[in-house]
């Protein structure tokens, strides 16, 4: 996630980390509904606190310093679904105002409850629960887009549906109007799929081999059938018992393997450091043993590595600490310098960033701060602006 990848700690001044709680601050989830002006410095603050459990910063108000929910707003950043983009807030609140939005306040508590308790899990290792389904879902329909097909928009949250926003690749102007573009229904089980079309759920577009085309939905096979399309359900893979590709259950914890895809959701096929003996196991939380000579994903979470010392998973290092793997913890990138690797504080709003010719290095820039600049090779961070750049449109019910 980009904002985890580029925010979160800074130096403390005398080459300390500033870390800790910030105690300061109450990010607690107001209970009933929640008015939209009310909304954006709520979601920066359970995201903060969610980021700093995700050791993306080590206080909320560095958090809130380099992020700037107050001006523009990413719910895929918020969420981890929805519309990837950066949207002023202005645009939110005016869009609204004139119909094109549904602002449903009676799901925002459910989703910024959802948003402070997010796992820090990678997400092929997590497993959602119903109660996470659930403000995931809240998040999802916070926003109800009204503009039917063909209806104008400047951005996908605008459009009802499934719909996104379509643009003239003619237009070169910088507030050119795009329109709703309705996605086609998806196929049902039996219907033909041969020209690009989706199938239902549970379903999928079979290739016929001997046709060499795609020909209708189909149910995917289980564990135990044919799968002459290489294609079996999520609980098995494709492969092949003497000529005939079948579909193999997937393997459960402690079996052997050669790869990932043979093993149950949520495990990982963990080899020994000649890249051998695999076998399927759930990488560890934080604070469990782990084995950091394992080429593989050997811990869970994404803010953490397997510590060569301790043999444990902790939190990717932090200012200053070395970095083998290239990684390092919020605000910090790794930094080449002869034969080391350390941590380092990445840039803020006037700060220097981009690629740096003398050393090698690329300095991204923190939160949602931008590496801008005419000269390439004199470039500083700025951050986003927080007017509008374009007019809202203002026909709110065009296109039904």
């Given amino acids: ?33 929640i008015a939209l002006e009310d909304f954006f410095g709520l979601a920066e603050a359970v995201y903060c606190e969610w980021a700093v459990e ?27 679904s929805g519309v990837d983009e950066a949207i002023p ?10 119909g094109r939005i549904v602002y449903h306040k009676q799901k925002a508590a459910a989703c910024l409850e959802y948003v402070r308790t997010r796992t820090c899990e990678l997400s092929r290792y997590h497993e959602v629960t119903e109660a996470e389904a659930a403000g995931q879902l809240a998040c999802a329909e916070l926003f109800e887009g009204r503009m039917g097909k063909n209806g104008p928009c400047m951005s996908a949250i605008e459009c009802a549906e499934e719909a996104i926003c ?18 086609a229904q998806p196929q049902k089980l039996g219907e033909a799929c ?21 020909t209708v939905c189909t149910a995917p096979p289980t564990a135990g059938q044919p799968c002459p399309d290489f294609t079996c359900d999520e609980t ?34 963990i080899h020994d450091q000649n890249y051998e003996n695999g076998v399927c196991l759930r990488p560890a939380d934080e604070g469990e043993p782990c084995d950091p000579t394992s080429p593989d994903v050997t811990c869970r979470r994404f803010d953490n590595l397997c510590d060569p010392g301790t043999k444990v998973c902790g939190p990717l290092p932090g200012n200053g600490e070395p970095c083998p793997n290239y990684q390092c913890r919020g605000d910090f990138f790794c930094v080449e310098g002869g034969n080391d690797r350390r941590c380092s504080p990445v840039a803020d709003a006037g700060e220097g960033c981009g690629y740096n010719p003398n050393s090698g290095n690329f300095v991204p820039c923190s939160g949602d701060n931008v590496c801008s600049g005419e000269d390439f090779n004199n470039q500083s961070c700025v951050a986003p602006a927080g007017d509008a750049p374009c007019p809202v449109p203002t026909d709110p019910l065009a296109g039904g």
């Fill in 194 to 214: 041969n020209n690009g079309q989706q199938c239902e759920a549970g379903s999928y577009c079979y290739f016929d081999q001997n046709l060499g085309m795609s």
């Fill in 166 to 183: 379509g643009f003239n690749p003619n237009c070169v102007d910088m507030c050119c109007v795009g329109a709703c573009r309705v996605l």
């Fill in 1 to 33: 996630m980009m904002v985890l990848a580029l925010a979160g700690c800074r130096d403390g001044g005398e080459g300390e980390e500033t870390g800790g709680t910030d105690t300061g601050t109450d990010t607690g989830v107001p209970e009933g509904d």
């Fill in 89 to 98: 807030v202005s645009y939110y609140k005016e869009a609204v105002d004139v």
């Fill in 236 to 269: 098995a893979l494709c492969d092949f018992v003497g000529d005939t590709p079948m579909c193999i259950a997937l393997r459960p914890s402690g079996k052997a393997c050669d790869y990932d895809d043979q093993c149950q959701q949520g495990l990982n096929c």
């Fill in 54 to 80: 995700c050791h993306a910063f080590g206080v909320e108000e560095r958090c809130g310093n380099v992020l700037h929910f107050e001006d523009q707003l990413n719910m895929r950043w918020l969420t981890g």
